[in-house]
């Protein structure tokens, strides 16, 4: 079945500092990837929609020069947390579908980042 | 505006049968995916629902009414690793998905 791989699944950094997440499908093509933060006890919440070599489409209440997504390849799609807060420690979560109808998002493992 | 409904904790014995229901309404429907995610990982599919009726795959099962705006997941022989949140989602006709806050699922021995 697809596979979509998140690198790190870890990560503590010291507030102001930036966090890059990598997202990749493994052995699948995938157009649009999604990124997802979940906070304790709370379901996944749609930060913003990645398509290849496009802008991404942030959702409301996402500050888009904050979290900066970049989908370079059809594999690959990154999202760096920049100048980052206690309140930005979280869960994030990647995932991706292949084109057809009926696929299921995939999600990467996540990563919890705690902000210090 | 829309918006999916499902319980928010459930309690059931191991070895028993829970049905965790989800209610929906939607610009428009484009599949319902059902996923199971433990405390601490990413969400694992379950199950998709684009016709009306019953999805059966091993131990689990997903049931569809498009017209109701309604579906369950049925799990049988409940095991103790099963204890879990149940995240019920329905893709719009944007193919955009919307979440439901999830069901935590607590088994009991």
Not at chain 1, 36 to 44: A, E, G, H, T, V
Not at chain 1, 68 to 72: D, E, P, V
Not at chain 2, 11 to 25: F, L, R, S
């Given at each position: 079945?697809?596979?979509v791989?998140?690198h ?15 997202c ?11 990124w ?9 919440m749609l930060?913003?929609t990645?398509?290849?070599?496009s ?12 979290f ?5 390849s ?15 420690s979280?869960?994030?979560i ?7 109808g ?14 210090t | ?7 928010t904790?459930m ?22 995916f059902?996923y199971?995610?433990?405390a ?5 599919f379950?199950?998709y ?12 099962s ?9 579906s ?7 095991q103790?690793?099963?204890s ?15 979440w439901?806050?999830g ?6 021995p």
């Open positions: 079945g697809a596979v791989s998140q790190p699944s870890r990560v503590i950094c010291k507030s102001g500092t930036s966090v890059k997440i990598e990749r499908s493994l052995d699948f093509q995938a157009t649009t990837m999604f997802y933060r979940q906070f304790p006890k709370q379901s996944l930060m913003a990645s398509n290849e070599g802008k991404a489409t942030y959702e409301q209440g996402v500050e888009k020069d904050k900066l997504i970049n989908h370079a059809l594999t690959l799609s990154t999202l760096t947390v920049t100048s980052a807060h206690p309140e930005d979280s869960f994030y990647c995932s991706a579908s292949s084109p057809e009926s696929s299921p998002l995939h999600f990467g493992n996540g990563t919890r980042l705690t902000v | 505006g829309q918006n999916i409904d499902q319980p904790e309690t059931a014995t191991e070895g028993a049968i829970v049905q965790i229901n989800c209610t929906y309404q939607t610009s428009g429907f484009n599949g319902l059902w199971q995610q433990h601490g990982e990413a969400p694992t379950l199950s629902n684009v016709l009306d009726g019953l999805e059966e795959k091993g131990r689990f997903s049931f569809l009414s498009r017209s109701k705006g309604y369950y997941l049925l799990l049988k022989e409940l103790m690793k099963d879990a949140s149940y995240l019920c989602a329905v893709r719009d006709s944007n193919y955009q998905l919307i439901g806050a069901t935590k699922l607590i088994i009991k």
